[in-house]
T-cell receptor, first 110, second 114 residues
Framework: DQQVKQNSPSLSVQEGRISILNCDYTNSMFDYFLWYKKYPAEGPTFLISISSIKDKNEDGRFTVFLNKSAKHLSLHIVPSQPGDSAVYFCAASEGDKVIFGPGTSLSVIP | NAGVTQTPKFRVLKTGQSMTLLCAQDMNHEYMYWYRQDPGMGLRLIHYSVGEGTTAKGEVPDGYNVSRLKKQNFLLGLESAAPSQTSVYFC?????????????FGNGTRLTVT
């Protein structure tokens, strides 16, 4: 059973608008969360992370929100750009293990 | 500075054959990980290592073995390949765990077992 879930396999957004990618987790022992971006034929690259003691972390156009009580986090991209089109993976850490979700494919339409 | 390098990039095996995937990092990272990526399943952790000489099981360790004899290398072995092991395999490394530094990934090895 997946401990990290991304229930939307795909998402399409107009250029300039906000993209919101969602992630849910089941393991309450997870204490650190990350978002990765992946282009075809490449390895995932790190985007942004958040500790469980925070509820928001911002880096340029990317903001991650964490709601511990709901076991939910989201990644906001504002404004969305065509180069943001990729697969986005949510990941969660418990100790040394890092568990990834199934990914959401984002398409930003010019 | 090459980062994380995976060898080979592509491989086709017949059922029952064995092979070893090599992951090498030149960043002096302590932690290394092997993941497999399958459609709809995302990245699943196979095995990981928190330092030279150590290994631990991840989410889907069955059918795989690993070794970390040198700090810079993490080997993933398939003793008797099965079609269910057809996948893209990614290696990653981290300086000292994600709390201190994120995972850096290689570009993957695409393995097909017929």
């Amino acid at each position: 059973d997946q401990q990290v879930k991304q229930n939307s396999p795909s998402l399409s957004v107009q250029e300039g608008r906000i993209s919101i990618l969602n992630c849910d987790y089941t393991n309450s022992m997870f204490d650190y969360f990350l978002w990765y971006k992946k282009y075809p034929a490449e390895g995932p690259t790190f985007l942004i992370s958040i500790s469980s003691i925070k509820d928001k972390n911002e880096d340029g156009r990317f903001t991650v929100f964490l709601n511990k009580s709901a076991k939910h986090l989201s990644l906001h991209i504002v404004p969305s750009q065509p180069g943001d089109s990729a697969v986005y993976f949510c990941a969660a850490s418990e100790g040394d293990k890092v568990i990834f979700g199934p990914g959401t494919s984002l398409s930003v339409i010019p | 500075n090459a980062g994380v390098t995976q060898t080979p990039k592509f491989r086709v095996l017949k059922t029952g054959q064995s092979m070893t995937l090599l992951c090498a990092q030149d960043m002096n990272h302590e932690y290394m990980y092997w993941y497999r990526q399958d459609p709809g399943m995302g990245l699943r952790l196979i095995h990981y290592s928190v330092g030279e000489g150590t290994t631990a099981k991840g989410e889907v360790p069955d059918g795989y073995n690993v070794s970390r004899l040198k700090k810079q290398n993490f080997l993933l072995g398939l003793e008797s390949a099965a079609p269910s092991q057809t996948s893209v395999y990614f290696c990653a490394s981290s300086l000292a765990g994600v709390y201190n530094s994120p995972l850096h990934f290689g570009n993957g090895t695409r393995l097909t077992v017929t």
